[in-house]
């Protein structure tokens, strides 16, 4: 989940070590990402720390016996992981990307539809 958070959120060599290692072992990034927290979001030190004790270890909970809900369990091809993620990156600066799930799932594997446009195309071509 936050792989693609990890270029921004780890300085240096704590990107690459991060990057190269198993969830289990995030504990030990805790205070890196705590630190951009602070820097990204506001966060006073002790919030940081909380927010990052909560995103990582970075695995994914699944409960098969429960419906799949993101963040709680798992999550769906509609879920809109950004919009959750965002405003926790950010200290609720951010709250959302703009974009929002896919509706044009498919019945059949790959199940996603057409990649979204990209906004500047799109303000090309109108």
Do not use: C
């Amino acid at each position: 989940m936050l792989i693609n958070f990890a270029r921004i959120m780890f300085p240096g060599d704590q990107q690459a070590a991060y990057l190269a290692d198993e969830p289990v072992n995030d504990a030990r990034f805790i205070a890196a990402f705590a630190h951009s927290l602070v820097h990204t979001g506001g966060y006073t030190q002790q919030e940081a720390t909380r927010v990052a004790m909560t995103l990582l270890p970075d695995i994914f909970y699944y409960d098969p016996r429960r419906a799949a809900a993101f963040p709680e369990n798992g999550r769906t091809l509609t879920d809109d992981v950004m919009d959750v993620l965002l405003p926790m990156l950010t200290n609720g600066k951010v709250t959302g990307d703009g974009v929002g799930a896919h509706k044009d799932l498919l019945t059949g594997f790959p199940y996603l539809g057409s990649p979204h446009l990209d906004r500047t195309t799109q303000l090309v071509a109108a």
